[in-house]
């Protein structure tokens, strides 16, 4: 499958040419904020785990009704998604408005 890790560069950032998790995720969701190396490491994961793609979707739906159960329940107000550092297709914190 050849060498997916990125290398890290003297800031300590990844060069913009190595795949991100976080892009990768977006990708799979049907966003627009990807490069042609997150592409490339999604197709080659969907070769090896074709339900891969299911699980993220499953995932994001999770974390959209526990957003929305603790708006509704609770009155949370706010939420962080420490995780990303980019945007995705839609994002947890605006579920429950």
């Avoid at 627009?32 to 074709?50: C, I, N, Y």
């Amino acid at each position: 499958m050849g060498t997916l890790t990125s290398a890290v560069t003297a800031r300590g950032r990844a060069p913009v040419t190595a795949p991100s998790v976080a892009k990768l995720t977006d990708w799979l969701l049907g966003g627009r904020h990807h490069l042609p190396a997150d592409r490339q490491l999604g197709r080659l994961v969907l070769l090896e785990a074709p339900w891969f793609e299911d699980a993220v979707q499953i995932n994001r739906l999770y974390a959209h009704e526990t957003a929305a159960m603790l708006a509704h329940d609770f009155g949370i107000t706010q939420f962080i998604d420490p995780g990303r550092r980019s945007t995705v297709a839609v994002t947890v914190f605006v579920v429950p408005q």
